[in-house]
RNA sequence: GGCGCCGUACCCAAGUGGUAAGGGAGAGGUCUGCAAAACCUUUAUGCAUCGGUUCAAUUCCGAUCGGCGCCUCCA
């Protein structure tokens, strides 16, 4: 197993990485908010937190991978002057708050089954977790670090020692209200409220009582609350988009601490964003682009899940329908040239990873390096070009570790297959009917007739390949 | 106003103080009755611009220009 090495949002360095308990790591993922489908953008983070769990099962760790579903919602300001974004979802499709919940979770996990995306060993969603929450904000509370406002529970930040130094903020830089009024029930403008008891909902589902009135979580509150739970009051990694860092993952901290006075996340991961030539997408403004909008297209997900692959986590990756287009060839030709060498492997038994050839167990070597060095997945692709490319290797060795590469990258080379499985039998046979006479006319040095089914065949997106074997034909790339 | 990131060929993109991965697209060639596939060759003396440090910078430092993110909810 290689060193792995991880870049520490806290601190700002590659560090290496240890568990806290040998062999075991808990991992916990930010997850959706189910007010709407997943957009890419969300799901380029998915899929990073995906090679970044199989990676480590790789190298032979036990991961146990959380991921809250956000069936609470939030207001689109903590002032409690916004509208809840789950209850106006509702309200626009004309359904219950938890039906719209539910709908959008099953729609998400949808979406993440199809880009080859783990699922996660435990999935908790926030209401059924109030009670863990309420409990945590009880030893906040004891702790001194909150006050009642307006109504409103909140964490005072002051208290808190080391408030920011995971987003490197200082408070007194922060422009309060550059963007947004400022809760005048604050102490300070980066408070943040435990406990809503002012609250606008007309449903009633998303009420619970509480020590400090009837009301809802706050946002921060249940990754605190559902992560302790289920991983410890301390644990390894914590990960999500760079856009939680300075505020929900800032708060995170805070309160959990607090409410712990010990080390919550040892290492912080954060992926940066997708982006179109306008900047982000983003969800609450409205127009974004689902899988399901791609494959309308005729990509497939594991061609945006390839796309993905091309750049480092770490990176934004400008997104466009070109530069899917190039991710969608490329990932086929990939899938042609494997299915290639695994014809001429032929059916013989596959060699498991300790007889390899060496050149392929080298080739294994570094790919496993590039892995561990703060997944660098670009690289680890170009390894397996690489590895697809070598004359000097055998192919079912080629096949063998290729496959085991993609036990980490997901692209599809197992499932692979040959397009031309999906031709109905009808067809099958018509083809098989134009080919033989194209045959036939060649033998009879008839170019033309030859020429002209070669055309007829193209035109029902047929392409023949002659060989000294004979001919054979597959489908056209799209 | 504050914090941070980025600017690499036609496109996506990796990377390093010692001279630019990979993929897509294009061009030429081998092969072929014609094709396709495959293979070979080829496409940045150059990494936004201008300075500086250095034996050596795309890689470090500074400035400038341009783009993006965050300081509301957001992956």
Partial sequence: MPVIKLFNTMGRSIEEFTPLVPGKVGFYGCGPTVYNYAHIGNLRTYVFEDILVRSLRRFGLDVTHVMNITDVGHLSGDDDTGEDKMVRSARERGQSVLQIASYYTDAFFADTDRLGIARPSVV???????????????????????????????????????????????LEDLKAGARIEVDENKKNPQDFVLWFTKSKFENQALLWDSPWGVGYPGWHVECSAMSMKYLGESFDIHAGGVDHIPVHHTNEIAQSEAATGKPWVRYWLHAEFLVLDKGKMSKSKGSFITLQNLIDEGFEALDYRYFCLGGHYRSQLSFSSDALAQAKASRHTMLDRFLDLKAQAGT??????????????????RFDNLLADDLAVPRALAELWGLLKDPSLPPIDVVVAALDMDTVLGIGLAQAKRDEKSISNDERAKIQALVERRTEAKKAKNWAEADALRQELKDMGVVLEDSPAGTTWKLAKA
Avoid at 146 to 163: E, I, Q, R
Avoid at 348 to 365: F, K, M, Q, T, V
């Fill in 124 to 170: 908790c969603k926030a209401t059924e977790h109030v009670q863990d929450m309420i409990k945590l904000i009880q030893r906040i509370e004891k702790g001194g670090y909150t006050y009642v406002a307006g109504g409103n529970l909140y964490f005072d930040v002051s208290k808190f020692p080391n408030y920011g130094k995971l987003a490197n903020l200082r």
């Fill in 348 to 365: 013989n038994p596959l060699p498991n990873r300790n007889s390899l050839h060496a050149g392929a167990l080298e080739r294994l070597e």
